[in-house]
């Protein structure tokens, strides 16, 4: 019998590749850190992988599967990193990205004060070809194939690789489609392609069109990516399961997911509010909200019940996107962002990023912008060095960096610092209440779990700002994503519109549909290398007020659909309306029910680590360290290394309480406790 079994959980981040193994043999995890590597991710994952078997003393044959999130499509997005892209739709609605949605984003009050920011592709890359099919799949005039070869002749003589393709109403019928795919790979054979009809097969054209896009966007860099790791894991290990983490709360093998790359543009957050809601659960609190600090951005979700939100209306930077994801919301405020002063004169801070390379002034890498992680090191917030030792900051670089952007805003240096720390948190905070406030939630009634490398720093800011009564700190923060890798299954999401007034809805066609998307379902989770015993599915549907833009959607029972179970599915959209808006029509018969898409998700399981409480210390906790740490003044601080500490201590502000890849500053008046399974409660 084997005496180690390991899984491996990687997430590869802006500044630092984070490592969780888990041995499925003895229950034993262990997390470390590797810097990132962005001139090639490929090195700091296959660096991250040695070093976590080397702590396990583990040899690589013994890996049975390696779960990787990533944030190399995020990131893209975020910087708005976007190659040249082209876009072909339908004869008469090239315009449909300039048109877009008519709504203005909140915070600029009215129109008069917003500017469209410009299209993912510039109006002069858009062709059209003839064609058209009507709304239930049905061919008008028949699909113009001289003008498809004008369109992707045009692609290919411009050098232009990556193209969208979305025909009206291709959700219906993929055909016309399907036949613009096979010209554009025989007319251009080094075309990137992603069709509407494989991304999204769901109406609506603008977000069909945008998801497409982003989908043909980030193909070929997650493509590389992918296949480099691939590669170089097969090498070192002679073949393992390698799976990536997608949006929407599962995983897929790597050589499925470099077909369906928008599935993973927000992998790695992801990963976070799973292990986040996992550790949260462990920890008696059922109502959280995560926020997850990496050195590009800052990703916070709501977790209800132990089950992080699910969204179809998410975003990423300036990106609409239609696909499941788990609901987070992303702002570029991490640990490397960069402070800068606008025309105007006022300090800011971020969205752009220092990265791993060259990073923020203190890595002494030859960075020349100040960072969040600079005033961090200056204030005395966090030690002069990282992951324990292995990374020494040069403090005096960056206090250099903060002395002259202090000098240009006429503010000491401590002030500068501080200033960007309180623009960061408000970031951070704005974050929260979009999730919250703005969903008729109010944030007081949660628990905030902080995580990541810099998630933390900012913890009890936050806790003012936003009035949170409770922050909760799992242990190895900085790793809590990866962690969340070893905790997910793979997960297969289909959808399909098919509108029909629910008095109207004919239920065996709807089951029908629903059989095609199980179908699609069982047949990935085959090619994933599941017993059919194994499968699980999740049906659920998208229904509406007749007449209203928006759906909810509610889940479906198992079983053969019949008008019983279609009208328990209609009674379950009525509550859940009127949880989500305040009010229902249920019994107005004036007011009818509108089903829009059936979804089907299939789901291979696999088995989690499970969290184990400690044991408890006699006595009180080693005497701590001190230094002199800058909150509104210095003050003389004790230093706290987490690995001493144990369940039942308890700290109070001010205090630092450092470990390997995370430190959390403890402001004063506030007051830290470790509970039962290693968790640092922190409350006023």
């Given at each position: 019998m084997a005496t180690q079994r390991i899984r491996i959980g990687i997430d590869t981040g802006g500044t630092f590749t984070d490592v969780v193994a888990f041995d499925?043999?003895?229950?034993?995890?262990?997390?470390?850190?590797?810097?990132?590597?962005?001139?090639?991710?490929?090195?700091?994952?296959?660096?991250?992988?040695?070093?976590?078997?080397?702590?396990?003393?583990?040899?690589?044959?013994?890996?049975?599967?390696?779960?990787?999130?990533?944030?190399?499509?995020?990131?893209?997005?975020?910087?708005?990193?976007?190659?040249?892209?082209g876009f072909i739709t339908t004869e008469g609605y090239e315009f449909?990205?300039?048109?877009?949605?008519?709504?203005?984003?909140?915070?600029?009050?009215?129109?008069?004060?917003?500017?469209?920011?410009?299209?993912?592709?510039?109006?002069?890359?858009?062709?059209?070809?003839?064609?058209?099919?009507?709304h239930t799949g049905a061919q008008i005039r028949p699909f113009d194939e001289s003008s498809a070869v004008a369109a992707a002749r045009f692609f290919r003589e411009r050098g232009i690789v990556a193209i969208g393709v979305c025909l009206l109403h291709s959700y219906a019928d993929p055909a016309h489609e399907l036949r613009m795919r096979e010209i554009l790979h025989r007319e251009h054979p080094e075309a990137i392609v992603s069709i509407s009809s494989d991304v999204l097969r769901e109406y609506r054209e603008y977000e069909r069109s945008m998801t497409t896009l982003v989908d043909a966007a980030v193909k070929p860099r997650i493509s590389r990516y992918i296949a480099s790791i691939s590669e170089r894991l097969d090498e070192y290990t002679g073949g393992v399961p390698f799976y990536v983490m997608k949006s929407n709360g599962g995983v897929l093998s790597a050589s499925e997911v470099v077909h369906q790359p928008?599935?993973?543009?927000?992998?790695?957050?992801?990963?976070?509010?799973l292990g986040a809601a996992l550790v949260a659960q462990h920890a008696g609190f059922d109502k959280v909200l995560t926020c997850d600090g990496g050195g590009t951005s800052t990703d916070v979700s709501v977790v209800l019940?132990?089950?992080?939100?699910?969204?179809?209306?998410?975003?990423?930077?300036?990106?609409?996107?239609?696909?499941?994801?788990?609901?987070?919301?992303?702002?570029?405020?991490g640990g490397g962002s960069i402070a800068w002063i606008s025309p105007e004169g006022a300090l800011k801070v971020g969205p752009r990023?220092?990265?791993?390379?060259?990073?923020?002034l203190c890595y002494g890498a030859g960075g020349t912008d100040v960072t969040v992680t600079d005033a961090h090191v200056v204030l005395g917030r966090i030690p002069p060095h990282l992951l324990g030792g292995e990374i020494?900051?040069?403090?005096?670089?960056?206090r250099n960096g903060l002395h002259s952007l202090a000098q240009r805003l006429g503010l000491s240096l401590e002030a500068c610092a501080t200033g960007i720390l309180e623009i960061s948190a408000w970031n951070q905070a704005n974050a929260l209440r979009r999730i919250t406030v703005k969903r008729g939630l109010d944030v007081r009634d949660f628990t905030l779990v902080t995580f990541g490398g810099s998630g933390s720093l900012l913890a009890c800011r936050l806790m003012d700002v936003l009035g949170l009564p409770t922050v909760l700190v799992p242990p190895n923060p900085g790793n809590v994503s990866a962690f969340g890798l070893l905790t997910v299954d793979v997960k297969n999401d289909y959808v399909r519109t098919a509108v029909a007034k629910h008095t109207e809805l004919d239920v065996e066609q709807t089951e029908a549909i629903f059989a095609d998307l199980h179908a699609l379902a069982a047949a990935a989770l085959d090619r994933e290398g599941f017993a059919r015993a194994e499968h699980r599915y999740a049906r659920s549907a998208d229904l509406r007020y007749f007449g209203q833009a928006?759906?909810?959607?509610?889940?479906?029972?198992?079983?053969?659909?019949?008008?019983?179970?279609?009208?328990?599915?209609?009674?379950?959209?009525?509550?859940?309306?009127?949880?989500?808006?305040?009010?229902?029509?249920?019994?107005?018969?004036?007011?009818?029910?509108e089903w829009v898409n059936l979804r089907v998700s299939g789901i291979g399981p696999i088995s989690r680590p499970e969290l184990r409480e400690l044991p408890r210390r006699d006595g009180p906790p080693p005497y701590p360290g001190v230094r002199q740490v800058c909150f509104d003044d210095y003050v003389e601080t004790a230093i706290?290394?987490?690995?001493?500490?144990?369940?039942?201590?308890?700290?109070?502000?001010?205090?630092v309480i450092e470990e390997f890849g995370a430190t959390v500053p403890l402001h004063p008046g506030f007051r830290a406790c470790v509970d039962a399974f290693g968790n640092l409660v922190v409350t006023k």
């Open positions: 499925e043999v003895s229950g034993q995890i262990v997390a470390t850190k590797t810097p990132s590597t962005p001139g090639d991710p490929s090195d700091g994952f296959m660096a991250g992988v040695a070093k976590v078997l080397a702590l396990l003393d583990a040899a690589a044959d013994t890996v049975s599967a390696i779960s990787h999130g990533t944030t190399v499509a995020t990131n893209q997005l975020l910087e708005g990193k976007i190659d040249r892209l449909v990205l300039e048109i877009a949605r008519q709504s203005v984003p909140d915070g600029y009050g009215n129109s008069y004060f917003w500017v469209k920011p410009d299209r993912i592709v510039p109006a002069d890359l858009v062709r059209t070809v003839g064609g058209r099919l009507d928008i599935t993973t543009v927000l992998s790695g957050p992801a990963a976070g509010a019940g132990g089950e992080p939100t699910l969204t179809t209306e998410g975003s990423v930077g300036a990106y609409p996107s239609k696909i499941p994801m788990i609901d987070v919301a992303t702002v570029g405020a990023s220092a990265g791993a390379d060259p990073g923020p020494a900051l040069d403090v005096e670089a960056a928006f759906e909810v959607r509610v889940p479906v029972p198992a079983g053969p659909l019949d008008k019983a179970t279609a009208d328990d599915v209609a009674a379950a959209f009525h509550d859940a309306h009127r949880a989500l808006y305040g009010y229902d029509f249920a019994g107005n018969a004036d007011q009818q029910v706290y290394q987490r690995g001493d500490l144990a369940p039942g201590d308890e700290i109070a502000g001010p205090a």
